[in-house]
């Protein structure tokens, strides 16, 4: 019962490196989604996908890389680290994407570039 | 682009008494839907109760209620009966019927809930 999972729950990385933050989800939700938390902002979506290879950008997808090739993983790659990208970040997955869907979240990783 | 507003960063209510959460948000959109999600320190976000727009009846979760005033665009969170376990950020929610991946939060209102 393990649902939605995220590794790893902390990261510290230097700026310029690559780093990829997984996601798991073991309800074989068909939407799933990338959010960034940052104080005053809430949470802002960086990406979602529809299914397994179907991706697309959400409100600020700018620095980061999606893929999806099973329907239970969603990784997130931020392909040079800019300490802007210092976040909480955020997975979810639906079972449907409108209406009055839920979004299951999971726990957050904590990204902090140096 | 929509946008939520919680104008409260931080509230604080006794135990078993009640307190309201506001949330206003901006559209031009005639149907929509709102959210409260809660975020404990654990950080894993919960929903807490939703609201269509079109439903003039606010919706009810228990302890946890809405007034949804669709001509203020404002759609507040009342806890009834305040818990300890009630302490948490809230986050006031709002999806786009129109955009289906569109969801807009808010920054988010502290609550603290005293003993």
């Known amino acids: 019962d393990a649902g939605i999972t995220q590794s790893p729950r902390y990261k510290i990385t230097e700026t310029g490196r690559q780093v990829t933050l997984m996601c798991h989800q073991t309800w074989s939700h068909s939407y799933m989604f990338w959010y960034r938390q940052d104080l005053g902002h809430g949470l802002r979506l960086i990406y979602y996908s529809a299914a397994a290879d179907i991706t697309d950008k959400g409100e600020v997808p700018d620095g980061y890389v999606v893929s999806r090739s099973k329907t239970e993983n969603f990784p997130l790659t931020l392909e040079s680290a800019t300490r802007s990208q210092t976040s909480v970040y955020f997975c979810a997955s639906s079972v449907g994407v409108g209406g009055l869907s839920e979004q299951f979240f999971g726990p957050g990783t904590r990204l902090t570039v140096l | 682009a929509q946008t939520v507003t919680q104008s409260q960063p931080e509230m604080s209510v006794q135990e078993a008494e009640t307190v309201t959460l506001s949330c206003t948000y901006d559209t031009s959109e005639s149907d929509y839907y709102l959210f409260w999600y809660k975020q404990p320190p654990s950080r894993q976000m919960i929903l807490v109760i939703r609201?269509?727009?079109?439903?003039?009846q606010n919706a009810t979760e228990n302890r946890f209620s809405v007034n949804f005033q669709k001509a203020a665009k404002s759609f507040s969170l009342k806890i009834s009966d305040s818990q300890l376990g009630d302490a948490a950020m809230y986050f006031c929610a709002y999806r786009s019927a129109y955009i289906n991946n569109d969801m807009r939060f808010g920054a988010g209102t502290r609550l603290t809930v005293k003993p």
């Open positions: 609201q269509e727009a079109y439903k003039q």
